[in-house]
């Protein structure tokens, strides 16, 4: 049974870190191209950052320089630290493994063919 387990959320003032971690059992990041998204209080799911196994990364303009996602295949968990957090951060936070290569539109927490694989989602709450 493929399962990936989040940790890392919590509340923070603004200017705060967070590093959210993502690990998974029974499936191999190595092998998928990995994300981030965020549900955030309109409920709209949105592209976070992205994080493959040569390391290359792609990222939202909105976090672009603050935040910045890896992984680590040794360990199989892919991770999101967050710098300078702003109240606009705030929101449920889910990695998932995907075969795309591209960001595209998709509904946080819903397996799809191009995103079969979730986190359970972990709260971000970023106070000002």
Known sequence: EVQLVESGGGSVQAG???RLSCTASGF????????????????KCDFVSRVSNGGNTYYA?????RFTT????????VYLQMNNLKPEDTAVYY???S?????RQTQ??????DFPYWG???RVTVSS
């Open 120 to 122: 359970q989602g972990t």
């Open 108 to 113: 946080c927490g819903v397996r799809t063919y």
């Open 61 to 65: 303009d909105s976090v672009k320089g």
């Open 28 to 43: 191999s990041f190595a092998t998928s191209v990995n994300y981030w998204y965020r549900q955030g209080p309109g409920d």
């Open 70 to 77: 890896s992984q680590d295949n040794a360990k199989n968990t």
């Open 99 to 103: 075969i795309l290569w591209t960001p």
């Open 95 to 97: 990695c998932v493994a």
């Open 16 to 18: 705060g870190s967070l």
